[in-house]
Nanobody
Framework: QVQLVESGGGLVQAGGSLRLSCAAS????????MGWYRRAPGKQRELVAT?????????TYADSVRGRFTISRAYAENTVYLQMASLKPDDTGVYYC???????????????WGQGTRVTVFS
């Protein structure tokens, strides 16, 4: 099992910045992908950004955040970050961390969600 703890949410004025952090704990064989999703009020949860944990660190972004948000990770701490800039009211929502991992070698890839951290952007 992998447990995730998010932090960094809060209240920010439009145009401002926030940095979210998600720390993974547990003893999986590997963590393969780390990412952020969000659920805006009245909407379904959507992908924000992901990053692979291999050497390439391949990233993907939702079109709505590309160029404003940056996802990164710290290998040693099994932590993923989401630096959010030029925030808009539409970015308001609960942000969830998710990781895909294998509990043991040759095992299936599993997913684990964090509890979420709220981001509110006011104009």
């Amino acid at each position: 099992q992998v447990q995730l703890v998010e932090s960094g949410g809060g209240l920010v004025q439009a145009g401002g910045s926030l940095r979210l952090s998600c720390a993974a704990s547990g003893t999986p064989f590997s963590i393969n992908v780390m990412g952020w999703y969000r659920r805006a009020p009245g909407k379904q949860r959507e992908l924000v950004a992901t990053i692979t944990t291999d050497g390439d660190g391949t990233t993907t972004y939702a079109d709505s955040v590309r160029g404003r948000f940056t996802i990164s990770r710290a290998y040693a701490e099994n932590t993923v970050y989401l630096q959010m800039a030029s925030l808009k009211p539409d970015d308001t929502g609960v942000y969830y961390c998710k990781v895909y991992y294998q509990q043991y070698e040759q095992g299936p890839e599993l997913g684990s969600w964090g509890q979420g951290t709220r981001v509110t952007v006011f104009s």
